[in-house]
Protein backbone atom coordinates (compact mmCIF):
# COMPACT_ATOMS: atom_id res chain seq x y z
CA UNK A 1 0.00 0.00 0.00
CA UNK A 2 1.67 3.61 -0.47
CA UNK A 3 1.67 5.39 2.22
CA UNK A 4 1.76 9.04 2.78
CA UNK A 5 2.69 10.39 6.07
CA UNK A 6 1.14 14.28 6.18
CA UNK A 7 -0.17 16.82 8.83
CA UNK A 8 -3.01 18.34 8.86
CA UNK A 9 -3.29 22.14 7.74
CA UNK A 10 0.02 21.60 5.81
CA UNK A 11 0.10 23.01 1.97
CA UNK A 12 3.12 21.11 1.31
CA UNK A 13 1.17 17.82 2.36
CA UNK A 14 -1.95 18.51 0.20
CA UNK A 15 0.25 18.64 -2.87
CA UNK A 16 0.57 14.74 -2.76
CA UNK A 17 -2.17 14.28 -1.60
CA UNK A 18 -4.83 15.62 -3.83
CA UNK A 19 -2.36 14.53 -6.64
CA UNK A 20 -3.51 10.82 -5.94
CA UNK A 21 -6.58 11.11 -5.43
CA UNK A 22 -7.21 13.41 -9.26
CA UNK A 23 -5.21 9.96 -10.17
CA UNK A 24 -7.50 7.51 -8.63
CA UNK A 25 -4.19 6.13 -6.96
CA UNK A 26 -4.74 4.35 -3.93
CA UNK A 27 -2.90 5.06 -0.83
CA UNK A 28 -3.29 5.53 2.82
CA UNK A 29 -2.48 8.82 5.06
CA UNK A 30 -0.74 8.61 8.23
CA UNK A 31 -1.03 11.48 10.30
CA UNK A 32 2.01 12.62 11.75
CA UNK A 33 1.16 15.23 14.56
CA UNK A 34 4.09 18.47 13.75
CA UNK A 35 2.64 20.16 16.49
CA UNK A 36 3.77 17.62 19.22
CA UNK A 37 6.97 16.81 17.71
CA UNK A 38 5.82 14.08 16.53
CA UNK A 39 8.41 13.97 13.04
CA UNK A 40 11.15 13.90 15.54
CA UNK A 41 10.59 10.73 17.20
CA UNK A 42 13.16 7.86 16.07
CA UNK A 43 10.44 5.71 14.34
CA UNK A 44 9.95 9.01 12.28
CA UNK A 45 13.60 9.86 11.52
CA UNK A 46 14.14 6.31 10.50
CA UNK A 47 12.27 6.58 7.96
CA UNK A 48 12.59 10.44 7.29
CA UNK A 49 15.98 11.37 8.65
CA UNK A 50 15.16 14.72 7.85
CA UNK A 51 12.43 14.69 9.96
CA UNK A 52 9.46 16.28 8.09
CA UNK A 53 6.76 16.05 6.53
CA UNK A 54 5.13 15.13 3.93
CA UNK A 55 7.37 11.73 3.00
CA UNK A 56 5.58 9.58 0.57
CA UNK A 57 6.49 5.55 0.96
CA UNK A 58 5.44 4.43 -2.12
CA UNK A 59 6.97 0.89 -2.13
CA UNK A 60 9.47 -0.53 0.23
CA UNK A 61 12.29 1.02 -2.54
CA UNK A 62 10.52 3.91 -3.00
CA UNK A 63 10.82 6.67 -0.56
CA UNK A 64 10.67 10.32 -1.08
CA UNK A 65 10.72 13.34 0.67
CA UNK A 66 9.95 16.98 -0.88
CA UNK A 67 6.17 17.57 -2.16
CA UNK A 68 7.11 19.14 -5.11
CA UNK A 69 9.59 15.85 -6.16
CA UNK A 70 6.54 13.36 -5.05
CA UNK A 71 4.18 15.56 -7.51
CA UNK A 72 6.70 15.18 -10.65
CA UNK A 73 7.21 11.10 -9.71
CA UNK A 74 3.62 10.66 -9.53
CA UNK A 75 2.62 12.53 -12.27
CA UNK A 76 4.99 10.63 -14.79
CA UNK A 77 2.99 9.14 -17.64
CA UNK A 78 -0.10 10.58 -16.40
CA UNK A 79 -2.78 13.78 -17.64
CA UNK A 80 -0.94 15.67 -15.28
CA UNK A 81 2.57 15.55 -16.70
CA UNK A 82 2.90 17.59 -19.97
CA UNK A 83 4.71 15.88 -22.79
CA UNK A 84 7.02 17.98 -24.20
CA UNK A 85 10.24 18.75 -23.23
CA UNK A 86 9.97 22.50 -23.10
CA UNK A 87 6.84 22.56 -21.24
CA UNK A 88 8.38 20.10 -18.47
CA UNK A 89 10.78 22.49 -18.24
CA UNK A 90 8.66 25.37 -17.96
CA UNK A 91 6.49 22.98 -15.16
CA UNK A 92 10.09 22.78 -13.20
CA UNK A 93 10.44 26.38 -13.40
CA UNK A 94 7.57 27.18 -11.61
CA UNK A 95 7.53 24.28 -8.89
CA UNK A 96 11.35 25.82 -7.86
CA UNK A 97 9.62 29.25 -7.76
CA UNK A 98 6.92 27.98 -5.38
CA UNK A 99 9.57 26.80 -2.89
CA UNK A 100 11.89 29.73 -3.37
CA UNK A 101 9.43 32.61 -4.12
CA UNK A 102 6.23 31.71 -2.40
CA UNK A 103 6.13 28.44 -0.04
CA UNK A 104 9.26 30.08 2.19
CA UNK A 105 7.33 33.35 3.11
CA UNK A 106 3.22 32.50 3.06
CA UNK A 107 4.23 28.71 4.81
CA UNK A 108 5.58 31.04 7.89
CA UNK A 109 2.87 33.52 7.97
CA UNK A 110 0.28 31.56 7.91
CA UNK A 111 1.37 29.33 10.88
CA UNK A 112 1.93 32.17 13.58
CA UNK A 113 -1.53 33.62 11.86
CA UNK A 114 -3.67 30.69 11.45
CA UNK A 115 -2.29 27.49 12.35
CA UNK A 116 -0.48 28.71 15.91
CA UNK A 117 -2.38 32.32 15.90
CA UNK A 118 -1.94 32.74 19.92
CA UNK A 119 1.52 32.85 18.89
CA UNK A 120 0.99 35.92 15.96
CA UNK A 121 1.70 38.81 18.57
CA UNK A 122 5.14 37.61 19.43
CA UNK A 123 5.81 36.95 15.08
CA UNK A 124 4.28 40.21 14.07
CA UNK A 125 7.24 41.81 12.77
CA UNK A 126 8.73 38.72 11.15
CA UNK A 127 5.35 38.25 9.95
CA UNK A 128 4.44 41.32 8.20
CA UNK A 129 8.66 40.94 6.53
CA UNK A 130 7.61 37.24 5.31
CA UNK A 131 4.12 39.04 3.67
CA UNK A 132 6.32 41.48 1.76
CA UNK A 133 8.71 39.30 0.71
CA UNK A 134 5.92 37.10 -0.85
CA UNK A 135 4.03 40.09 -3.07
CA UNK A 136 6.86 40.18 -5.50
CA UNK A 137 6.17 36.77 -6.24
CA UNK A 138 2.33 36.98 -5.91
CA UNK A 139 2.42 39.57 -8.73
CA UNK A 140 4.63 37.74 -10.83
CA UNK A 141 2.20 34.72 -10.86
CA UNK A 142 -0.95 37.04 -11.56
CA UNK A 143 0.68 38.56 -14.42
CA UNK A 144 1.66 34.90 -15.57
CA UNK A 145 -2.19 33.41 -14.85
CA UNK A 146 -3.57 36.52 -16.54
CA UNK A 147 -2.87 35.20 -19.93
CA UNK A 148 -3.44 31.33 -19.00
CA UNK A 149 -6.10 29.44 -17.55
CA UNK A 150 -3.67 27.43 -15.92
CA UNK A 151 -0.18 27.35 -15.73
CA UNK A 152 1.24 25.79 -18.71
CA UNK A 153 -0.52 26.09 -21.74
CA UNK A 154 -0.97 22.78 -22.26
CA UNK A 155 -3.79 22.87 -19.59
CA UNK A 156 -4.58 21.79 -16.26
CA UNK A 157 -1.37 20.01 -14.17
CA UNK A 158 1.19 19.30 -11.65
CA UNK A 159 2.13 22.45 -11.78
CA UNK A 160 -1.03 24.04 -10.73
CA UNK A 161 -1.26 21.49 -7.98
CA UNK A 162 2.32 22.48 -6.47
CA UNK A 163 1.07 26.19 -6.31
CA UNK A 164 -1.98 25.98 -5.31
CA UNK A 165 -1.08 24.21 -2.19
CA UNK A 166 -0.03 27.54 -0.41
CA UNK A 167 -1.38 30.12 -2.53
CA UNK A 168 -4.94 28.79 -2.11
CA UNK A 169 -5.07 29.92 1.75
CA UNK A 170 -3.24 33.23 1.02
CA UNK A 171 -6.01 34.91 2.76
CA UNK A 172 -4.74 32.26 6.30
CA UNK A 173 -1.83 33.98 5.62
CA UNK A 174 -2.45 37.45 6.08
CA UNK A 175 -3.26 38.76 2.17
CA UNK A 176 -5.97 39.44 0.84
CA UNK A 177 -6.31 37.54 -2.46
CA UNK A 178 -8.48 40.28 -4.25
CA UNK A 179 -5.12 41.88 -4.11
CA UNK A 180 -4.68 39.16 -7.16
CA UNK A 181 -7.54 38.77 -9.42
CA UNK A 182 -6.04 36.60 -11.82
CA UNK A 183 -4.84 34.04 -8.75
CA UNK A 184 -8.37 34.21 -7.30
CA UNK A 185 -9.55 33.13 -10.30
CA UNK A 186 -7.39 31.14 -10.89
CA UNK A 187 -8.28 29.44 -7.37
CA UNK A 188 -11.54 28.97 -8.51
CA UNK A 189 -10.56 27.01 -11.24
CA UNK A 190 -8.65 24.44 -10.03
CA UNK A 191 -11.44 23.91 -7.07
CA UNK A 192 -13.00 22.88 -10.30
CA UNK A 193 -11.12 20.43 -11.80
CA UNK A 194 -12.09 16.64 -11.59
CA UNK A 195 -11.80 14.75 -8.42
CA UNK A 196 -10.66 18.24 -6.32
CA UNK A 197 -10.44 17.74 -2.92
CA UNK A 198 -10.06 20.53 -0.54
CA UNK A 199 -7.47 20.55 2.14
CA UNK A 200 -9.86 20.61 4.88
CA UNK A 201 -10.42 17.02 4.08
CA UNK A 202 -6.71 15.85 4.81
CA UNK A 203 -7.29 14.76 8.32
CA UNK A 204 -9.89 12.83 7.06
CA UNK A 205 -10.48 9.37 6.94
CA UNK A 206 -8.62 8.09 3.82
CA UNK A 207 -11.64 5.82 2.63
CA UNK A 208 -13.04 8.07 0.13
CA UNK A 209 -9.51 8.13 -1.64
CA UNK A 210 -8.51 4.71 -1.48
N1 LIG B 1 10.20 21.67 1.15
C1 LIG B 1 9.53 20.64 1.90
C2 LIG B 1 9.03 21.28 3.18
C3 LIG B 1 8.71 20.23 4.24
C4 LIG B 1 8.30 20.89 5.55
O1 LIG B 1 8.94 21.84 6.04
N2 LIG B 1 7.22 20.39 6.15
C5 LIG B 1 6.69 20.94 7.37
C6 LIG B 1 5.19 20.82 7.35
S1 LIG B 1 4.51 21.69 5.96
C7 LIG B 1 7.20 20.17 8.58
O2 LIG B 1 7.25 18.96 8.55
N3 LIG B 1 7.56 20.89 9.64
C8 LIG B 1 7.96 20.28 10.87
C9 LIG B 1 9.40 20.52 11.21
O3 LIG B 1 10.10 21.24 10.47
O4 LIG B 1 9.82 20.00 12.24
C10 LIG B 1 8.38 20.06 1.06
O5 LIG B 1 7.94 20.72 0.11
O6 LIG B 1 7.98 18.91 1.30
Not at 150 to 161: A, E, H, K, P, R
Request: charged share 25%; with cysteine.
Amino acid sequence: MVTLYACEGSGNCMKPWLAMIQLDQEFEVKLIDVLNGEQKRPDFLELNPLGVVPFLEYSKDIRLGESNAMLWFLAEGTHLMPDAAAERAEALQWMFFEQSKLEPFISPARFYSFILPEQREAHIDEISQWLDRARPGLERLDAHLGSRRFMLQSGYSVTDIAIFGYVHVLNEAGIDPADYPMIERWIEDVTLTDKFQPLQNLGMSNAKAA
